[in-house]
Protein backbone atom coordinates (compact mmCIF):
# COMPACT_ATOMS: atom_id res chain seq x y z
CA UNK A 1 0.00 0.00 0.00
CA UNK A 2 1.58 3.49 -0.84
CA UNK A 3 1.78 6.18 1.94
CA UNK A 4 -0.10 9.42 1.94
CA UNK A 5 -0.83 12.20 4.62
CA UNK A 6 -4.04 12.26 5.57
CA UNK A 7 -5.89 15.25 7.89
CA UNK A 8 -8.24 14.89 10.36
CA UNK A 9 -11.03 17.28 11.52
CA UNK A 10 -11.71 16.74 15.13
CA UNK A 11 -14.50 17.40 17.88
CA UNK A 12 -15.33 18.47 21.16
CA UNK A 13 -16.00 15.03 21.74
CA UNK A 14 -13.65 13.25 19.79
CA UNK A 15 -15.37 12.99 16.86
CA UNK A 16 -14.23 13.08 13.21
CA UNK A 17 -15.71 16.16 11.86
CA UNK A 18 -14.16 15.98 8.26
CA UNK A 19 -11.35 14.27 6.55
CA UNK A 20 -9.39 14.61 3.25
CA UNK A 21 -5.73 13.08 2.36
CA UNK A 22 -2.84 13.84 -0.23
CA UNK A 23 -1.14 10.92 -3.14
CA UNK A 24 1.71 12.00 -1.21
CA UNK A 25 3.35 10.85 1.68
CA UNK A 26 5.36 13.69 2.57
CA UNK A 27 3.07 16.68 1.80
CA UNK A 28 -1.05 17.47 2.15
CA UNK A 29 -1.61 20.83 -0.13
CA UNK A 30 -3.43 23.27 0.87
CA UNK A 31 -7.17 23.13 -0.43
CA UNK A 32 -10.09 25.05 -0.84
CA UNK A 33 -12.61 22.46 0.45
CA UNK A 34 -10.28 21.87 3.65
CA UNK A 35 -10.12 26.13 4.67
CA UNK A 36 -13.80 26.34 3.68
CA UNK A 37 -14.97 22.92 6.59
CA UNK A 38 -12.71 24.62 8.85
CA UNK A 39 -14.18 27.69 8.92
CA UNK A 40 -17.78 25.75 8.77
CA UNK A 41 -16.99 23.90 11.92
CA UNK A 42 -15.25 26.27 13.90
CA UNK A 43 -17.52 26.34 16.28
CA UNK A 44 -17.01 22.51 17.44
CA UNK A 45 -13.75 22.07 16.15
CA UNK A 46 -11.03 21.36 18.82
CA UNK A 47 -8.12 19.84 16.89
CA UNK A 48 -6.49 19.47 13.36
CA UNK A 49 -4.66 16.34 13.25
CA UNK A 50 -2.72 14.98 10.13
CA UNK A 51 -0.33 12.27 9.68
CA UNK A 52 3.17 12.16 8.44
CA UNK A 53 3.61 8.75 7.42
CA UNK A 54 7.37 8.59 6.73
CA UNK A 55 8.10 10.93 9.42
CA UNK A 56 9.31 12.75 11.61
CA UNK A 57 7.07 12.65 14.48
CA UNK A 58 7.07 16.06 15.05
CA UNK A 59 5.92 19.00 13.18
CA UNK A 60 7.34 20.36 9.46
CA UNK A 61 7.55 24.33 8.98
CA UNK A 62 4.78 24.18 6.48
CA UNK A 63 3.18 22.94 9.74
CA UNK A 64 4.27 26.05 11.81
CA UNK A 65 2.87 28.44 9.22
CA UNK A 66 -0.82 26.50 8.95
CA UNK A 67 -1.15 26.56 12.61
CA UNK A 68 -0.34 30.02 13.08
CA UNK A 69 -2.63 30.61 10.00
CA UNK A 70 -5.59 29.14 11.71
CA UNK A 71 -4.62 30.29 15.29
CA UNK A 72 -4.90 33.71 13.51
CA UNK A 73 -8.02 33.54 11.23
CA UNK A 74 -10.04 31.39 14.03
CA UNK A 75 -8.57 34.00 17.42
CA UNK A 76 -8.25 31.18 19.38
CA UNK A 77 -5.89 28.48 19.68
CA UNK A 78 -6.79 24.68 18.58
CA UNK A 79 -4.92 21.45 19.60
CA UNK A 80 -2.43 20.22 16.62
CA UNK A 81 -1.09 16.44 16.37
CA UNK A 82 0.79 14.64 14.01
CA UNK A 83 1.03 10.35 13.97
CA UNK A 84 3.45 8.49 12.90
CA UNK A 85 4.64 5.42 12.77
CA UNK A 86 6.44 6.22 16.20
CA UNK A 87 3.58 7.67 18.10
CA UNK A 88 1.92 10.78 18.12
CA UNK A 89 2.90 14.07 19.31
CA UNK A 90 0.27 17.13 20.13
CA UNK A 91 1.06 21.19 20.38
CA UNK A 92 -0.31 21.57 23.51
CA UNK A 93 -0.44 25.49 25.27
CA UNK A 94 3.08 25.94 23.09
CA UNK A 95 4.66 22.99 23.80
CA UNK A 96 4.84 19.83 21.79
CA UNK A 97 4.50 16.62 23.64
CA UNK A 98 4.52 12.88 23.11
CA UNK A 99 0.66 11.31 23.87
CA UNK A 100 1.15 8.49 25.76
CA UNK A 101 -2.25 7.25 25.48
CA UNK A 102 -3.80 8.06 21.64
CA UNK A 103 -6.93 8.74 21.03
CA UNK A 104 -9.27 6.15 19.23
CA UNK A 105 -8.96 8.07 15.70
CA UNK A 106 -4.54 7.83 15.70
CA UNK A 107 -4.80 3.97 14.56
CA UNK A 108 -7.51 4.51 11.58
CA UNK A 109 -6.15 7.58 10.48
CA UNK A 110 -2.06 5.08 10.44
CA UNK A 111 -4.27 2.90 8.55
CA UNK A 112 -5.76 5.07 6.06
CA UNK A 113 -2.27 7.01 6.02
CA UNK A 114 -0.97 3.50 4.65
CA UNK A 115 1.36 2.89 7.59
CA UNK A 116 1.82 0.53 10.61
CA UNK A 117 2.81 1.88 14.12
CA UNK A 118 6.09 0.93 15.01
CA UNK A 119 7.51 1.45 18.45
CA UNK A 120 9.39 3.90 19.84
CA UNK A 121 13.66 2.97 20.31
CA UNK A 122 14.66 3.79 23.65
CA UNK A 123 18.50 4.15 23.99
Not at 91 to 103: K, S
Amino acid sequence: MRTREVCLLIGRDGDVLWSDESDNPFLLPDSRERWEAIWQLRAQLEEVAHSHPEGPLGFSAEDESTMSALTSALGRTLRFSVVSPGGMVARVDGRDVLVAEEPWWAEPLRRASGMRREPIALA
